[in-house]
């Protein structure tokens, strides 16, 4: 199993974002079963939960994104979305996507990270 994320990078604030987590080597049942979440990391700071999304559709988001962050997924994609709007300068970090499954070893349920840099 390998958890790639993708569509960081450089946007002025207040503008938007839309970051992917593509979950290979995972069958579509433990895909489906499992949880994702979004957390990122500030330079200096500890990893923090951004937002995650149960295997229901439950939806989970920090107060600091809420109204201007949502998750998503396309299970059929094996896939799950991050859409970052309004953005500022806060929400600079590597953001790291996660699968939470009892059938993925946790060292195989975290993603590399993908930039995201917020310009005032």
């Known amino acids: 199993v390998q958890v790639v994320e993708s569509g960081g990078g450089l946007v002025q604030a207040g503008g938007s974002l839309r970051l992917s987590c593509k979950v290979s080597g995972a069958i579509l049942s433990t895909f489906s079963g499992a949880s994702m979440a979004w957390y990122r990391q500030a330079p200096g700071k500890q990893r923090e939960l951004v937002a995650s999304?149960?295997?229901?559709?439950?939806?989970n988001l920090a107060d600091s994104v809420k109204g201007r962050f949502t998750i998503s997924r396309d299970n059929g994609k094996r896939t799950a979305y991050l859409q970052m709007n309004s953005l500022n300068d806060e929400d600079t970090a590597v953001y790291y996507c996660?699968?939470?499954?009892?059938?993925?070893?946790?060292?195989?349920?975290w993603g590399q990270g993908t930039h995201v840099t917020v310009s005032s």
């Open positions: 996660h699968i939470d499954s009892q059938y993925i070893r946790t060292e195989q349920s």
């Open positions: 999304v149960s295997p229901y559709g439950t939806l």
